[in-house]
């Protein structure tokens, strides 16, 4: 059971409370209609699903009903730092 | 290779089973092969044995960074089946579950493949209604299938509660009599020993960490135990597929899950069919040991380090308890996880790449298990001839771009 700190709600709560939203800091194209399909399926389906660190959406479904984003290692499972939508993560890399 | 036979144990018995013969060779690596398989579970090991059997190419290296069959080949719930909703997966799993009902006899291993049937049970009118649709659609593809009602559920596993006053009263199912269970190390060992005989070699241990090209064609793998020169690299490594992709410049498409599974004390036989149940998210069957053998849903987050959530294991558990309350008392002995990768449309990948010569076979997700012998068969074939298998066309990993997704989601038993 992970506990997450939520930045919106000011506290560490349990893993059952929140909802997993898939990576982080994804663009929707502002225009789709020039994207080749390659770009697209590129924008659909093609993660980073990286072994180590990795900026992940989650969304606190029975809290603030927010999404915040969450910096987390994805060997250890260790959450490193949340941080709100719109804004960078302090820890980057990709040290498994 | 020496036989298996009553006269084998025989023999060895008056010897106190001393003098068996191992079971695969354990070789230094030679310079370089024809084929490099990367991942030496089910799915890398039946790929090696129906490349030398099925197209004589024996200069091949399973090349596995832990021991054969220790990833998911040992952690999944053995379930076999092949009632696939679209022509595609089901012709697959078809091919496989054809593969299974003469798979012991092939590899001279038992892999104690049992045919005691597969019931997925519809809670709710919607479930009923693609159960009949899927029943269907595997009957025109010529796959064994009936809708059953909840007093034939009664008849096939008698300890079911089948009560309309239960909080997912059961409505009917969908029954597979030739799905069923097999050995999981059976399996990988029985692969292994059968390609080891045809001339495979097993090199285990040896940790892949790159992929060399050249000139837009793979000329060989970095291992933990230096370079290994192949013409053509194969790899099947299930929840680590990104990052042996990665080493070759490559994308795919899939996410890396935790999937878990737990077995209980061994108990006296009382369940001898397989219940899966999407609603309440569950499956079950009973070990020839006696377990209960349990899957749970796959973790909603990704993730490498083979184990999950707990919480998970708990709304299992409820699910199975509510199906059948007569196991509400049974202790739990042991729980893990293992690595999925799962792709956007619940279905595998089975393809060339953008690189000469390197090929995946990945993406299998919650479900690899049950199509390991299809699974190699294909791959065996799209590796030997650089062309997908006509059963593999549909996985290539170009369907992403052409948006020719199978989708297996609502089709895939549960609901992961």
Known sequence: ?96 | MKRYSGFSLLKNALSYHENWQKVWRNPTPKRDYDVVIVGGGGHGLATAYYLAKVHGITNVAVVEKGYLGGGNTARNTTIIRSNYLWDEAAQLYELSLKLWEGLSQDLNYNVMFSQRGVLNLGHNLQDMRDIERRVSANRLNGIDGEVVTPQRIKEIAPLINISPDSRYPILGASWQPRGGTARHDAVAWGYARAADALGAEMIQQTEVTGIRRKDGAVVGVETSNGFIGARKVACVTAGNSGVVAAMAGLRLPVESRPLQALVSEPIKPCLDTVVMSNAVHGYISQSDKGDLVIGAGVDSYNGYGQRGSFHVVEHTVQAICELFPAFSRVSMNRQWGGIVDTCPDACPIISKTSVDGLYFNCGWGTGGFKATPGSGYVFADTVANDRPHPLAEAFNLDRFNTGALIDEHGAAGVAH
């Open chain 1, 1 to 96: 059971m992970l506990l997450i700190y939520c930045p919106n709600c000011l506290e560490h709560r349990e893993e059952e409370e929140f909802s997993y939203g898939g990576e982080a800091h994804i663009a929707r194209p502002l225009n789709p209609e020039t994207l080749s399909d390659t770009q697209w399926a590129d924008y659909l389906f093609f993660r980073k699903n990286p072994r180590g660190i990795h900026h992940e959406m989650w969304y606190h479904a029975t809290g603030c009903r927010r999404y915040f984003n969450a910096t987390r290692n994805t060997v250890t499972y260790e959450i490193l730092e949340t941080y709100q939508v719109g804004t960078q993560p302090q820890i980057t890399g990709t040290d498994a």
